[in-house]
Nanobody, 122 residues
Framework: QVQLVESGGGLVQAGGSLRLSCAAS????????MGWFRQAPGKEREFVAR????????YYSDSVKGRFTISRDNAKNTVYLQMNSLKPEDTAVYYC???????????????WGQGTQVTVSS
C-alpha cells in the first residue's frame, strides 16, 4: 500500500511559479513510477507529467513541456512538480499517482492522492 498526500497548491498570478509536493508513505516508494495529473472543472482528468522509479526518465504533456519539471527524492519519499510560467488554463486540481507500470493513462496508476488546488489568475 502507498498513501499519497499532495501539498503546495494555491493562488498565483499568471507568469508566476508554484512547486507541488507529493509525500508518500511506505517503504516501497522507490519501486513506483510517479505521475501528476490535473482536473479542471467540467473536464476529464488529464496527464501532466511522469517520472520513472529511478528518476532517470521523465515525460511531459505537450501543454506543460518546457514550463513544468517533475523530480523525485527517494530518500524523502517525495515527488515534486515545479511549475513555472503559469497560465490561467493551468488552473485545476492536481493529483499525484503511483504505479508499477505507469504511463500516461489513469488506469496505469494504482494509488492516488486527494489533490491540491492550483488557481492561476489572469
Amino acid at each position: 500500500q502507498v498513501q499519497l498526500v499532495e501539498s503546495g497548491g494555491g493562488l498565483v498570478q499568471a507568469g508566476g511559479s508554484l512547486r507541488l509536493s507529493c509525500a508518500a508513505s511506505g517503504r516501497t516508494f522507490s519501486s513506483y513510477a510517479m505521475g501528476w495529473f490535473r482536473q479542471a472543472p467540467g473536464k476529464e482528468r488529464e496527464f501532466v507529467a511522469r517520472i520513472s522509479w529511478s528518476g532517470g526518465s521523465t515525460y511531459y504533456s505537450d501543454s506543460v513541456k518546457g514550463r513544468f519539471t517533475i523530480s523525485r527524492d527517494n530518500a524523502k519519499n517525495t515527488v515534486y512538480l515545479q511549475m513555472n510560467s503559469l497560465k490561467p488554463e493551468d488552473t485545476a486540481v492536481y493529483y499525484c499517482a503511483a504505479g508499477k507500470v505507469a504511463g500516461n493513462l489513469r488506469r496505469e496508476y494504482d494509488y492516488w492522492g486527494q489533490g491540491t488546488q492550483v488557481t492561476v489568475s489572469s
